[in-house]
């Protein structure tokens, strides 16, 4: 394509060019989206309380709101500039602040393309380019709100394949589109979604934990009103007292308890699989010609990843205890630019696959990791015995913990008079609609409280060996392999080119038992992954054999063998 075919809305790369003019229109949807029904609400609730003339002013006070941003959108359109260059990537922004942002293009290490479901009719999507920067919610990132899709998958192609053509030359811009053709007929797809993986979404804590929580948000509510709100509603429909329905559950709690239960798993089942589908639907991992990685998926969301190949530097199979209990696992990448505000950003946004069965997602860890055998097969070292030594310790300190606090419950049970109970559940009755812990708790002996103590002991212990179990560390030809967790188990593999230094850590505990810390920091991933408690010795040798040179200046050998935790003399 000449320059003079080119059509007028598309200008080479090289030229400063603004954000799309329907981001304005996108920005106004979005925000109509939330202040009108919150407007329309507030509407409701004053006619209810008697407020009639209060009542006119919510839905034109949310339209002059929304007014205001869309005047604000347009200044900020104005603003907002960028290009990219054969060396550099530039942004200008700010109405008042005036800001300009100036990245190397070998600097880029991924490009985030995202369309929001209020974006999409509008043909928009947001374009994040990561630069390996731990970035914090206030930073200046490289953040495009909103452009095309087709200057979005222009931008990413562009900013990835640093062996295109400059970007103002015509007759390279024709010859990169063919080159873009034919790398997504190479691409190498690694996985496609399977709809019978959705069944993994409800194997996590949070199955119970959604209803719970909803539940305890009501409960807390109605607290914050000291009653009221049920009290209101009770009045209005109908609906039994507080005391009334405790004595109905009370009656049935042989059947209340168990439908409660199902409820709420039921209830957490059908949110999490459902939050799956929008996010992971239509999923498809490839990994194109160059070796870009490339990831889609969302069905509301439509969001793509992408990260250069180079950078992604390892994997880690992720396996939380309830899906490890099903035999599933997901993986995540180790790869530079995927910093975010925080670790827990930072590990979603790492993500490349859904949960899935182990098997599938070792095999597509192996196929990221493109070695003829995989580094997550390797037989893994185990840790000293001195490592369950220290969690047994601390898992019989937490037993005794649990056992003082049920001594006290069940002492200060014993104690209570029934004056006591009746305070108590007048208390409870003003503020939770369904009052029947305190009556649990009454009808409940003494001794129940040694049994949960009991209960806690038998965790404490399990959890404890579970954790040594999971310790261990090995060593690939090109990768350096540490594993740990009992709750969340990662076993992490990471190029041993990609280690620029290591981390000895040693508390007086630790120095006693023969044990370190040993941890391999990296400009990847989480920046640092350890192998946990492991023999002195043991560990050193590891490290020095992943990195030659790179730590064996700092050790000393007096050719003593090694002890029985790993440690040399």
Same mark, same amino acid.
């Given at each position: 394509?000449?320059?003079?075919?080119?059509?007028?809305?598309?200008?080479?790369?090289?030229?400063?060019?603004?954000?799309?003019?329907?981001?304005?229109?996108?920005?106004?949807?979005?925000?109509?989206?939330f202040i009108v029904p919150a407007a329309v609400?507030?509407?409701?609730? +004053?006619? %209810?309380?008697?407020?009639?003339?209060?009542?006119?002013?919510?839905?034109?006070?949310?339209?002059?709101?929304?007014?205001?941003?869309?005047?604000?959108?347009?200044?900020?359109?104005?603003?907002?500039?960028?290009?990219?260059?054969?060396?550099?990537?530039?942004?200008?922004?700010?109405?008042?602040?005036?800001?300009?942002? &100036?990245?190397?293009?070998?600097?880029?290490?991924?490009?985030?393309?995202?369309?929001?479901?209020?974006?999409?009719?509008?043909?928009?999507?947001?374009?994040?380019? #990561?630069?390996?920067?731990?970035?914090?919610?206030?930073?200046?990132?490289?953040? +495009?709100?909103?452009?095309?899709?087709?200057?979005?998958?222009?931008?990413?192609?562009?900013?990835?394949?640093?062996?295109?053509?400059?970007?103002?030359?015509?007759? #390279?811009?024709?010859?990169?589109?063919?080159?873009?053709?034919?790398?997504?007929?190479?691409?190498?797809?690694?996985?496609?979604?399977?709809?019978?993986?959705?069944?993994?979404?409800?194997?996590?804590?949070?199955?119970?934990?959604?209803?719970?929580?909803?539940?305890?948000? +009501?409960?807390?509510?109605?607290?914050? &009103?000291?009653?009221?709100?049920?009290?209101?509603?009770?009045?209005?429909?109908?609906?039994?007292?507080?005391?009334?329905?405790?004595?109905?559950?009370?009656?049935?709690?042989?059947?209340?308890?168990?439908?409660?239960? %199902?409820?709420?798993?039921?209830?957490?089942?059908?949110?999490?699989?459902?939050?799956?589908?929008?996010?992971?639907?239509?999923?498809?991992?490839?990994?194109?010609?160059?070796?870009?990685?490339?990831?889609?998926?969302?069905?509301?969301? &439509?969001?793509?990843?992408?990260?250069?190949?180079?950078?992604?530097?390892?994997?880690?199979?992720?396996?939380?205890?309830?899906?490890?209990?099903?035999?599933?696992?997901? %993986?995540?990448?180790?790869?530079? #630019?995927?910093?975010?505000?925080?670790?827990?950003?930072?590990?979603?946004?790492?993500?490349?696959?859904? $949960?899935?069965?182990?098997?599938?997602?070792?095999?597509?860890?192996?196929?990221?990791?493109?070695?003829?055998e995989s580094p997550l097969d390797l037989p893994?070292?185990?840790? $000293?015995?001195?490592?369950? &030594?220290?969690?047994?310790?601390?898992?019989?300190?937490?037993?005794?913990?649990?056992?003082?606090?049920?001594?006290?419950?069940?002492?200060?049970?014993?104690?209570?008079?029934?004056?006591?109970?009746?305070?108590?559940?007048?208390?409870?009755?003003?503020?939770?609609?369904? $009052?029947?812990?305190?009556?649990?708790?009454?009808?409940?002996?003494?001794?129940?409280?040694?049994?949960?103590?009991?209960?806690?002991?038998?965790?404490?212990?399990?959890?404890?060996v579970g954790s040594h179990r999971a310790l261990?560390?090995?060593?690939?030809?090109?990768?350096?392999?540490?594993?740990?967790?009992? *709750?969340?188990?990662?076993?992490?593999?990471?190029?041993?080119?990609?280690?620029?230094?290591?981390?000895?850590?040693?508390?007086?505990?630790?120095?006693?038992?023969?044990?370190?810390?040993?941890?391999?920091?990296?400009?990847?991933?989480?920046?640092?992954?350890? *192998?946990?408690?492991?023999?002195?010795?043991?560990?050193?040798?590891?490290?020095?054999?992943?990195?030659?040179?790179?730590?064996?200046?700092?050790?000393?050998?007096?050719?003593?063998?090694?002890?029985?935790?790993?440690?040399?003399?």
């Amino acid at each position: 394509m000449t320059t003079a075919q080119r059509p007028p809305t598309e200008r080479p790369l090289g030229d400063w060019q603004g954000l799309s003019p329907l981001s304005v229109w996108a920005n106004t949807a979005a925000g109509a989206l939330f202040i009108v029904p919150a407007a329309v609400v507030g509407t409701v609730v +004053l006619i %209810v309380l008697d407020l009639a003339w209060w009542a006119l002013a919510p839905l034109p006070g949310a339209l002059a709101l929304i007014a205001g941003l869309t005047a604000l959108d347009m200044m900020v359109l104005k603003a907002v500039s960028y290009r990219v260059t054969d060396e550099r990537m530039e942004m200008r922004s700010g109405v008042i602040a005036k800001a300009y942002r &100036s990245v190397p293009r070998e600097r880029v290490r991924s490009v985030d393309v995202a369309a929001p479901v209020y974006a999409r009719p509008f043909g928009l999507c947001v374009v994040t380019v #990561g630069t390996g920067e731990q970035v914090d919610s206030g930073s200046d990132q490289v953040k +495009l709100q909103f452009v095309t899709a087709a200057q979005g998958e222009r931008l990413r192609r562009e900013l990835l394949y640093r062996d295109a053509p400059a970007a103002g030359n015509a007759e #390279g811009a024709e010859g990169a589109e063919g080159a873009e053709g034919a790398e997504e007929a190479d691409g190498l797809e690694l996985a496609r979604l399977d709809r019978r993986w959705f069944a993994y979404a409800p194997a996590t804590t949070a199955t119970l934990g959604i209803g719970i929580g909803a539940i305890a948000a +009501l409960i807390g509510a109605n607290a914050q &009103s000291e009653g009221w709100i049920y009290r209101w509603i009770s009045e209005q429909t109908g609906l039994p007292s507080t005391a009334e329905i405790g004595a109905f559950v009370m009656a049935r709690l042989l059947f209340v308890v168990p439908a409660a239960l %199902v409820g709420l798993l039921v209830s957490g089942t059908v949110v999490l699989v459902a939050v799956a589908v929008e996010t992971w639907w239509d999923y498809r991992l490839t990994r194109e010609s160059n070796g870009t990685v490339v990831m889609r998926r969302g069905l509301l969301n &439509s969001q793509s990843l992408t990260i250069e190949g180079r950078r992604l530097n390892g994997v880690t199979l992720h396996e939380p205890l309830v899906l490890r209990s099903a035999g599933g696992a997901d %993986v995540r990448a180790v790869a530079t #630019g995927l910093g975010a505000a925080d670790a827990e950003k930072t590990q979603a946004k790492s993500r490349l696959s859904p $949960p899935m069965p182990r098997d599938r997602a070792r095999e597509l860890a192996a196929d990221l990791m493109r070695t003829p055998e995989s580094p997550l097969d390797l037989p893994l070292t185990a840790h $000293p015995r001195s490592a369950l &030594s220290r969690r047994l310790v601390r898992a019989g300190w937490a037993s005794l913990a649990g056992f003082a606090v049920a001594g006290g419950l069940a002492w200060l049970h014993t104690l209570a008079e029934a004056a006591w109970w009746d305070a108590a559940h007048e208390i409870e009755e003003e503020l939770n609609p369904l $009052p029947v812990v305190t009556h649990l708790v009454e009808a409940a002996p003494p001794w129940g409280w040694w049994l949960l103590g009991a209960a806690f002991a038998v965790v404490a212990f399990w959890y404890a060996v579970g954790s040594h179990r999971a310790l261990g560390h090995g060593l690939h030809p090109r990768y350096l392999v540490v594993r740990r967790g009992m *709750a969340v188990r990662d076993t992490t593999t990471l190029e041993r080119s990609a280690v620029i230094g290591w981390r000895i850590t040693r508390t007086p505990f630790q120095r006693r038992a023969g044990l370190a810390h040993v941890s391999a920091t990296t400009a990847s991933g989480k920046g640092m992954y350890t *192998a946990a408690d492991v023999g002195l010795g043991q560990g050193l040798a590891w490290a020095a054999l992943a990195v030659p040179d790179l730590l064996t200046q700092f050790l000393e050998r007096d050719g003593e063998p090694e002890g029985a935790d790993g440690e040399r003399g």
